[in-house]
């Protein structure tokens, strides 16, 4: 994403890898629609997008209840969406300059807090691990760098020969499409693989580590992330492979005591009956597509934010 000359400029998450075409976003409603449709995707890459958002509603007058309203209808899970509203909602005016300021400090906090969560999760990853992963929690889904890619990215700045394991993340492919591209472009070795298929790299004995990001972390640690996260730790459990969450801590949604709270968004059926807009299920099969799940926090070896590497009972401080 890109603040420039008035308008923000985002990759369309939704053609990479195949194609990079960049999307101008002039108005607030764009940016509504591009969270609603994936175009950016990510939990604090949401947050920034809806800072942008609020930007050009104030740029354009448009009522500022309005606008924070129709940005936080966009998805329902990822709390930095919220967390970064509520942020540009203490500002005590509604001029253009003072939402873009506090628009472009949560952009760069977001890329700092990254970088650091990359140190903290980097201590947990040692020479020559298999690390698997899921979804894409790079540089796209962030201001930069990652969250629990960025934790791979900093262990292979270290030097540590990791091998990355990411896995397909059916039903949007965000790990065969966004992480692949990103480790590609970062020279880390990987392997893609079906989601099935984790299970038994466990068994053989060729995951040292899985490390997952998440949407939203209840005060217990119960962290929703994108769904098939939960099957992941409860076979990492089962094979005694450690299993860590790497959040900013504007992830942490502090009011919520349990996972049980987080809303798990349901999108279209058409996620799972089409492929790249072509049919491969049979008309009107009944699907059902959580986007999320939430995995609890008693099977999570440890949470890494930028404040450090926590373990249970959760305390984010
Ligand atoms: O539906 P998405 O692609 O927005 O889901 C993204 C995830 O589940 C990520 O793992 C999470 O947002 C962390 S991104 C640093």
Redesign the pocket.
Known sequence: MKWEDGRLLMLDQRVLPIREEWLELTAYEDVVEAIKT?AV????A?GVAAGYGLALAAKHGVDRAKASQDLADSRPT?VNLFWAIDRIGAIPTWDFESVLTEAQAIEREDLAMNRTIGRNGAELIGQGFNVLTV???GAL??AGH???LGVIRTAHEDGKRIHVYTCETRP?Q?GLRLTAYELLDEGIPFHSIADGVAASLMRAGKVDCVI????RIAANGDSA??IGTYSLAVQSHYHGIPFYIA?PTSTVDAKLSTGDLIPIEERSGEELTHIEGVQVGPSGTPVYNP??DVTPGDLITAIVTEKGVHRAPYRFT
Not at 41 to 44: E, V
Not at 212 to 215: K, M, Q, S
């Open positions: 994936m995707r990510g939990a604090p949401i990822a979804c894409n929690t889904a962030t990652g969250t629990a949007r965000q997952a990001g998440a949407d992330n994108k959040a986007a999320f």
